[in-house]
């Protein structure tokens, strides 16, 4: 298992979220370290795979598919109590 740990400072001043990489998945952390903001897996650097957002109550937000750091296929987004609110498609078609 793999942790790591990730507290920058972008350019324009905003705090890069609290990040750790586990078993390949890179999880981010909301503001108050404990809850989790997305998770997912990351080659080269970019998203890859299906990854999820969540709010700071710890309900899903969204989820969707990236395919070298696009995104791709379907992408949901979910209401406050987690429930398929919106689908898109995030195909080039």
């Known amino acids: 298992m793999e ?3 990730c507290d920058l400072v972008h350019q324009n001043g ?5 990040l750790e990489v586990i078993d390949g998945y890179t999880i ?11 998770k997912g897996k990351m080659i080269n650097d970019q998203p890859d795979g299906y990854w999820e957002w969540y709010r700071n109550d710890g309900t899903i ?29 995030r195909d080039k078609n």
């Open 61 to 89: 937000k969204r989820s969707g598919y990236f395919e070298k750091g696009e995104p791709v296929g379907e992408w949901i987004t979910y209401n406050g109590e987690g429930e398929k609110y919106k689908s898109t498609n």
């Open 3 to 5: 942790n790591e740990k």
């Open 14 to 18: 905003v705090k890069e979220k609290e």
């Open 28 to 38: 981010k952390y909301h503001a108050n370290g404990k809850t989790i903001w997305s």
